[in-house]
């Protein structure tokens, strides 16, 4: 009977979806409480893990627990309610990860713990933070207080390195700089090897205080005159500063002007420089061109025109070129003063009268 309705059912029914049941990895163990509830806002305080390779699972585990303790429900145990809130810090590839795990059954805090560990930090994030410690070193212009803090930053972020607390000291003191090295051993009168690895390590803890006392002590120091400078850069004053881009204004400005120039010789009193006359070259004399023989009447004119332009002259009967000429009688097509033009229009028209023959006048036909 069950085999024919199987087979009576329409071909679409098995293309749509059934009933779907939510598969959890997490099995809550039983509680005494029957009724419990988790407020809204609770669940919007915790931090939210995106399963990025940037993020730090370590730092997400640490806010989820910090969280959490906030939450207190009466005959609740700690780890079911751990269990039931975690899955909510979980978003995008992180919770599409935690419901894959349905052929894993995980009934512990622990075990949820060490499950997203594994995922989320892999082998080779782990021995990528472990070479950075066991290879540690302080950066040039570092501070020790800086340098401490990003030694123990790189322990925090990964808690199972598996270095022991002596290497980690030794390490430490191994990547200081002379100077720091020096002050350390100064500190504990040269007896640094002799301590043991917790009293080494309190020894830095202090210098690390010590270190930052000074230096925010530095920064807040009021001066007693004058603006404060900040260290390691070289001020220049403002009227410096001033003075060099006028030197440089005046140098563009003398490469302007000298610019079109022709250089003169320094023995000769002229100040005028013509051009060559053969050429058309503002660079030489028409007397330094190299054919200048062939031609030498525009040599001597233009000599003659040198020579009377520092001392120009308004003599139009000068036997030398000058600027005079222009004012010659017989070179301009002005008219002298007291000159009359004669009455052409009149005597024209007197004696087109005296040879026009008379007009007689027409008879009248009645």
């Keep these: 009977m069950g085999e024919n309705e199987t087979n009576q059912r329409p071909l679409s029914e098995h293309f749509t979806p059934s009933t779907y049941t939510s598969t959890s990895c997490i099995r809550v163990p039983a509680v005494q409480v029957a009724q419990y509830e988790i407020k809204f806002s609770v669940i919007q305080m915790l931090s939210s893990f995106y399963g990025l390779n940037n993020k730090e699972p370590y730092k997400h585990l640490d806010e989820f627990l910090e969280i959490r303790s906030t939450v207190k429900i009466q005959n609740f145990f700690e ?11 979980l978003k995008d590839k992180a919770k599409q990860w935690l419901n894959s795990l349905d052929a894993v059954v995980i009934t512990t805090w622990a075990q949820i713990q060490q499950a997203f560990l594994k995922k989320h930090f892999p082998i080779g994030q782990t021995n990528h933070i472990r070479q950075a410690i ?4 302080q950066i040039d212009g570092e501070q020790f207080h800086e340098t401490w803090e990003r030694l123990k930053d790189l322990i925090r972020k990964c808690p199972h390195h598996a270095v022991p607390k002596w ?4 390490c430490f003191y191994d ?3 002379d100077r720091n090295r020096q002050m350390v051993d100064a500190s504990c009168g040269g007896t640094f090897i002799h301590k043991s690895e917790n009293e080494a ?3 830095f803890e202090t210098l690390s205080e010590n270190s930052l006392y000074h230096v925010s002590a530095s920064r807040t120091e009021i001066p007693m005159s004058g603006p404060q400078r900040k260290g390691g850069l070289y001020e220049v004053g403002q009227f410096v500063a001033i003075n060099t881009k006028v030197d440089m204004l005046s140098q563009k400005l003398d490469h302007l002007l000298s610019i079109g120039q022709i250089p003169r010789p320094t023995n000769s009193p002229q100040t005028f420089q013509d ?14 061109y190299p054919l200048a ?9 233009q000599a003659q025109a040198a020579q009377s332009f520092s001392k120009l002259g308004n003599d139009p009967f000068s036997n030398t070129y000058n600027l005079g000429w222009r004012n010659h009688p017989n070179f301009g097509w002005k008219q002298p003063n007291g000159f009359q033009a004669p009455p052409y229009r009149q005597n024209f028209s007197n004696q087109w009268n005296a040879y026009r023959e008379p007009q007689q006048p027409l008879p009248l036909r009645l």
């Design 79 to 89: 780890d079911a309610l751990r269990l039931i809130v975690f899955p909510f810090s």
């Design 134 to 137: 066991t290879s540690f070193s």
């Design 201 to 203: 390590w309190q020894l």
């Design 175 to 177: 990547g200081l700089t």
């Design 275 to 288: 051009v060559c006359t053969l050429c058309t070259n503002p660079s030489h004399y028409m007397s330094e």
């Design 293 to 301: 023989g062939q031609f030498p009447e525009y040599v001597q004119e």
């Design 167 to 170: 290497r980690l000291v030794q």
